[in-house]
T-cell receptor, first 116, second 115 residues
Framework: AQSVTQLGSHVSVSEGALVLLRCNYSSSVPPYLFWYVQYPNQGLQLLLKYTTGATLVKGINGFEAEFKKSETSFHLTKPSAHMSDAAEYFCAVTLLNNNAGNMLTFGGGTRLMVKP | NAGVTQTPKFQVLKTGQSMTLQCAQDMNHNSMYWYRQDPGMGLRLIYYSASEGTTDKGEVPNGYNVSRLNKREFSLRLESAAPSQTSVYFC??????????????FGPGTRLTVT
């Protein structure tokens, strides 16, 4: 079975500061990893994903994440926060299973607040 | 392309009432999913349909039923609503074929309150 832990349900940063949202996973086999963003009263939008290849992946809006197998982590970063980054962020993992679709397991979410 | 659409956007039910949440996708995806979102718990899978004609239980299926009406449509039914089913419900779709993007595409959600 797979699981995802996001450390910190709320993170507050100042505008222009580094954003670091933490995600750790447990999986018996190499996983595929995702970060989704949810703006208020909206659905989820994919920020970035890791499947295979380069372990540092870049996504939309200046976000990036690094897959570290030894640490079972997939932390999300952005060098400089913008007010528009305020949202809830979800880390998710899937084990590709052709019989069952790519079922996602989500972390509990981290609400990012950006102070002016 | 509208992507994934859900109806209704909002719904208030009384305990014991029934209702069906509708979901449709226009991306020709094989797989469709229903999740519920509750504070601090992320999204939890209720039911999924890996392909047309198949449905399977997810993590929290009790109190729900689903129908994969055709390749485009996947509905979620609450037969006898309970306050514990107050939540935001999301439908999603994905496809394993083609370029294997592994991405799920989400609808805008349905906010359900059961009193």
């Amino acid at each position: 079975a797979q699981s995802v832990t996001q450390l910190g349900s709320h993170v507050s940063v100042s505008e222009g500061a580094l954003v670091l949202l933490r995600c750790n996973y447990s999986s018996s086999v190499p996983p595929y990893l995702f970060w989704y963003v949810q703006y208020p009263n909206q659905g989820l939008q994919l920020l970035l994903k890791y499947t295979t290849g380069a372990t540092l992946v870049k996504g939309i809006n200046g976000f990036e994440a690094e897959f570290k197998k030894s640490e079972t982590s997939f932390h999300l970063t952005k060098p400089s926060a913008h007010m528009s980054d305020a949202a809830e962020y979800f880390c998710a993992v899937t084990l590709l299973n052709n019989n069952a679709g790519n079922m996602l397991t989500f972390g509990g979410g981290t609400r990012l607040m950006v102070k002016p | 392309n509208a992507g994934v659409t859900q109806t209704p956007k909002f719904q208030v039910l009384k305990t014991g009432q029934s209702m069906t949440l509708q979901c449709a996708q226009d991306m020709n995806h094989n797989s469709m999913y229903w999740y519920r979102q509750d504070p601090g718990m992320g999204l939890r899978l209720i039911y999924y349909s890996a392909s047309e004609g198949t449905t399977d239980k997810g993590e929290v299926p009790n109190g729900y039923n689903v129908s994969r009406l055709n390749k485009r449509e996947f509905s979620l039914r609450l037969e006898s609503a309970a306050p514990s089913q107050t939540s935001v419900y999301f439908c999603a779709s994905s496809d394993l074929l083609g370029i294997h993007t592994y991405e799920q595409y989400f609808g805008p959600g349905t906010r359900l309150t059961v009193t």
